[in-house]
Nanobody, 120 residues
């Protein structure tokens, strides 16, 4: 069984920074893309940033220039550095990974989420 465990959320003031981590564990052959999503109360879950195995990245327009996604393949871990945080960044942040279980099987795995709250 594969698990994703997020950490690093918390309460920060406007303009502050946080760094989220997402560590994958279990029977993993490899990991393709990893991504961070967020969901505010009453809203849908949206993609914030994604990174491929080759480290190509993609960002939501609302976070470009403020957030940076990275990964450490040796540790099966992804990071999200969030700078210049705004109250509208407040949400539960979820990590997702496309995990390669065998040479023929890939599955999508979600973490449990970590709360990020930005006070004005």
């Amino acid at each position: 069984q594969v698990r994703l465990v997020e950490s690093g959320g918390g309460l920060v003031q406007t303009g502050g920074s946080l760094r989220l981590s997402c560590a994958a564990s279990g029977s993993i052959f490899g990991i393709n893309a990893m991504g961070w999503y967020r969901q505010a109360p009453g809203k849908q879950r949206d993609l914030v940033a994604a990174i491929t195995n080759g480290r190509s990245t993609d960002y939501a327009d609302s976070v470009k220039g403020r957030f940076t996604i990275s990964r450490d393949n040796a540790k099966n871990t992804a990071y999200l550095q969030m700078n210049s945080l705004k109250p509208e960044d407040t949400a539960v942040y979820f990590c997702n990974a496309l995990v390669v279980l065998t040479s023929r099987t890939t599955t999508s795995v979600w973490g449990q989420g970590t709360q990020v709250t930005v006070s004005s």
